[in-house]
């Protein structure tokens, strides 16, 4: 159909079900990802995206839809021989090996000669900033270097395509964000393709190319970070990258939307309306026109860079908005305000496809 | 699921098949039914006796050892000491010792010629040996405390190790001190770990065999003794089998309760409680205390044991060890008891390798899925089967067609697998449901696949539990004796089986060549127990 057009995608993900036990994990997942692009399966903990990354590598078998690099079905081919690299959730390291047999596990299982072995684990070590570790053992290691070495096993063998499940899940803080960003350059220096799986919302801005957001067995919306987070398309998308202020629709009338928060002019007829709280402004209390409607600060969390302040409006409808801590004065709460919404924050949510 | 199948045929036939015919032959002794045997059973009160003594020597020596283990499980698992480590280990050497040994060693420290009284009478000019514990109901409950007091010591020990200290502080905060702490804190945290102990070692002692038998008289009969004597001496099987019955019963019971209390006794690895260095003169007090308890219990007995093996008439000798290798006329032994050590080596040797076959296939089939269900439970029926039952079954069952190997020497491998079929499956399972799945997952995606994936992941990590449940399975096959005493043949005799009719007979030599025969025994044992402990110490397998 689509994919007979004109090119076809690196890696193909058709119609994918997989159920445990008569529970659908998956149900009918498509998805293209472009050659040497990052996406990052974006989800809440059981909305199924290790499990397609588990479909994707081979270690389980889906009931329906396959998996197709540069227009092969792989079906017919095992685990063992597709040729993937899969970065386990909690590293995943031989205990038994020292780290540069881990490094090298893959390569020994494809028959490359010792003398390419030692090459490629200084290559490696030196690419992950880990030269001279060969000869530790994995219980030495802290927990980024552990991350670290995952990456190199699973790059040892030069993978036609890289799957990272919560790489970062076991890190905390300040760690966590280099690596982020560590991993990013990395694939990129390489060229790989790869998928990405992650239930933080900040780790997948900062690595993906594209995002996948999945719910539920099922993908909701596919995107750029930026028009993501711009424009969510679901109600759930965009409740999972944190933007508040949705609402849903009560009543379809003369091609406007009803909710709690007001009644909106919309070209579909959408499941509800994201008020974005980038596009909301406060302004002064005493101007009072046209679009700006007057309420009183309800509640305020400082965020670091922001303030996340909840405004009350006098039709007893919160909505909340984001304010720059930098320079402001922080906002009294019980303070009399009025906000200004742009036309473009009004964003109907759709149903998931 | 394939890999149940020899577990499952190797039990029907040897475990099922003998039990089977021990029923038969004690409720239908003629081929139709007859319940006068067991009726006989009912209504006497000999064997109301017999069964109270069971269950009083029992609980007695449980008591014995809970008073002796508690204080020294609270000093292990509070306080740090140089060699504690080592300690704790050594005192674990108990439990691989074979029955003959240790009675052998107790009849060398205070038996009638034992050491003591050796060096009393001599200080003191008596003529006649003032410490007189042989058959009597005090030295069988110090040997079974011997036995067991490790036991305790260490399931306890690491409880309390693994609880967190913050519990207590909380009682103490709340007002909590002196006994009222003990009462309202510390026993009832313990209890899990304590009732646990007290089963196990309720058990232990229970079946007690060898010890009773050594040391006892005929008026101390445990079941298990009476069942051998039964059978042996009186040839009354069908008494014989309803005694084994009725014991294989109350065992069952009692493995079952004491699986639902082990449940509860889930010990973290990480242990969250620091131990330190005794400070106060009360608690050095304790730490001596309990380490001399120790030392008088455990270590004095097997250094008699070794003393006397090696002196004769106040010099050293080593005439009992050479005497082993003859076999002088009018001997009650068919070969000289020096090819009871090759003997025993290879039906050790047999039973190791049978074992960990059968262990790791039955592990593996264990692991998970629907078969480990109904397999664990049967798996569970030889633990609670004693090793005298199933001697006696053997001699039963397999004498005839179907399976006619009575006169066979396989029976004493096999028989001693099914004793330590559960201990290498214990040693092993462990070890393989501690495999992380992502690991052979990570390989898998990697490259390895079948055999390499199993020789280059699995193997190195179930490494040590096989280890441990090889050495566990050579070890109970060379101190195995319950079974051993009916089934082996007179002319391919263990080194138990050797030791024990030394012991029964009279005269120095014999009593010698038995010692000397212990040390050996004791020295293979001991070399085992090194080996354990030292593939253990990153933790495969407890119990």
């Known amino acids: ?353 | 699921m394939l890999l149940g199948l020899p577990v499952f045929l190797f039990l029907t036939a040897f475990y099922v098949y003998p039990i089977l015919s021990l029923f038969a032959a004690s409720l239908a002794p003629e081929g139709r039914l007859d319940l006068s045997g067991a009726a006989a059973l009912v209504d006497s009160p000999y064997y109301l006796r017999l069964l109270g003594f069971t269950v009083a020597q029992a609980a007695l020596s449980t008591l014995l050892t809970l008073a002796l283990a508690l204080p020294s499980a609270y000093v292990f698992a509070r306080f740090d000491f140089g060699g504690k480590r080592l300690l704790l280990a050594l005192a674990t050497l108990p439990f691989v010792l074979p029955t003959v040994v240790v009675a052998a060693a107790f009849s060398a420290l205070i038996g009638e010629s034992g050491l003591l009284n050796e060096a009393l009478m001599g200080t003191l000019s008596l003529v006649e040996p003032p410490i007189r514990l042989e058959r009597t109901l005090a030295i069988i409950l110090i040997v079974h405390v011997f036995y067991n007091y490790s036991v305790a010591l260490r399931l306890i020990a690491s409880f309390w190790a693994s609880q967190s200290p913050s519990i207590e502080e909380a009682g103490r905060t709340l007002g909590a001190h002196g006994w009222r702490l003990w009462w309202h804190v510390r026993l009832p945290i313990l209890r899990p770990a304590i009732l646990g102990a007290a089963l196990l070692v309720f058990i232990f002692c229970f079946t007690s065999f060898g010890v009773v038998l050594i040391l006892g008289e005929p008026r101390f009969a445990t079941l298990e003794v009476e069942i051998y004597r039964q059978a042996t001496s009186l040839f009354n099987l069908p008494l014989a089998a309803a005694l084994s019955i009725i014991q294989m019963g109350l065992m069952y019971l009692l493995m079952i309760v004491y699986a639902g209390i082990q449940r509860q006794v889930v010990v973290e690895l990480r242990s969250p409680q620091q131990a330190r260095t005794p400070q106060r003169p009360a608690e050095r007090a304790a730490l001596a205390a309990s380490l001399l308890v120790m030392f008088t219990l455990l270590f004095a007995p097997l250094l008699a044991l070794i003393v006397r093996a090696f002196t004769l008439g106040g010099g050293f000798t080593l005439r009992y060890f050479a005497a082993l290798n003859s076999n002088p006329r009018g001997s009650i032994l068919f070969t000289p008891p020096m090819t009871a050590v090759g003997n025993s080596l290879v039906f050790a040797i047999a039973t190791m390798l049978l074992g960990l076959l059968l262990g790791t296939a039955a592990a593996y089939a264990l692991r998970r899925g629907r078969l480990a269900r109904w397999l664990d439970p049967l798996l569970m029926l030889p633990l609670a089967t004693s090793a005298v039952t199933l001697g006696f079954g053997f001699i039963i069952a397999l004498d005839e067609p179907p399976l006619n190997l009575r006169s066979s020497v396989v029976l004493i491998p096999i028989a001693h697998t099914l004793v330590a079929l559960p201990f290498v499956i214990r040693s092993v399972l462990p070890a393989l449901r501690a495999i992380p799945p992502a690991l052979p997952d990570a390989a898998r995606v990697l490259g390895a696949h079948g055999w390499s994936l199993w020789r280059r992941v699995e193997l190195p990590l179930i490494a040590r539990g096989l280890i441990v449940g090889a050495v566990f399975a050579f070890t109970v096959s060379m101190g195995e004796f319950g079974a051993s005493l009916f089934i082996a043949r007179p002319d391919t005799p263990t080194v138990p089986v050797v030791i024990f009719r030394l012991l029964g007979q009279p005269g120095a030599l014999n009593y010698g060549q038995a010692l000397a025969l212990s040390v050996i025994l004791m020295g293979v044992c001991a070399l085992a127990f090194i080996l354990i402990e030292r593939s253990r110490s990153l933790g495969a397998g407890d119990f």
């Open chain 1, 1 to 353: 159909m689509q994919a007979q057009t004109e090119e076809v995608a690196y890696l193909q993900v058709r119609g994918i079900t997989k159920r445990f036990g008569g529970r659908a994990v998956l149900s009918g997942i498509d998805l293209a990802v472009d050659s040497g692009e990052i996406i990052c399966l974006l989800g809440p903990s059981g909305c199924g995206k290790t499990t397609l990354l588990r479909v994707i590598a081979g270690l389980e078998a889906p009931e329906e839809g396959g998996v197709f690099l540069s227009g092969a079905s792989v079906a017919d081919q095992p685990v063992h021989q597709r040729g993937f690299g899969l970065m386990f959730q909690d590293h995943a390291l031989f205990p038994h090996l020292s780290i540069a047999d881990n490094i090298t596990f893959g390569l020994k299982m494809r028959g490359a000669s010792a003398e390419e072995q030692r090459a490629r684990v200084v290559e490696l070590l030196e690419l992950i900033d880990l030269a001279g570790y060969e000869r530790r053992d994995p219980a030495t290691l802290s927990g980024g270097e552990k991350q670290r070495v995952a990456l190199a096993r699973s790059l040892a063998p030069s993978p036609s395509l890289l799957m990272l499940d919560e790489p970062l899940g076991a890190l905390d803080g300040i760690l966590r964000q280099r690596l982020m960003a560590d991993l990013r350059r990395i694939i990129k220096q390489i060229g790989l393709t790869a998928i990405y799986v992650t239930h933080d919302r900040q780790e997948a801005f900062a690595t993906a190319d594209r995002i996948a957001v999945m719910n539920a067995g099922r993908i909701e919306q596919v995107a750029a970070p930026q028009d993501l987070y711009r424009r969510p398309a679901t109600a759930f998308a965009a409740q999972f990258i944190g933007l508040r202020n949705v609402f849903p629709v009560i009543s379809m009338r003369d091609g406007r939307a009803a909710t709690i928060a007001g009644e909106f002019a919309v070209q579909t007829i959408p499941d509800a309306i994201l008020i974005h709280p980038g596009g909301i402004r406060l302004s002064e209390a005493t101007r009072q026109c046209g679009q700006v409607l007057p309420g009183k600060i309800g509640d305020m969390t400082f965020a670091g860079s922001t303030y996340q302040v909840q405004v009350t409006l006098t039709s007893g409808v919160s909505l909340w908005l984001e304010l720059s801590s930098y320079s402001a004065p922080p906002p009294q709460v019980g303070a009399e305000v009025s906000i200004e919404i742009e036309p473009d924050a009004v964003i109907p949510m759709g149903t998931p496809q």
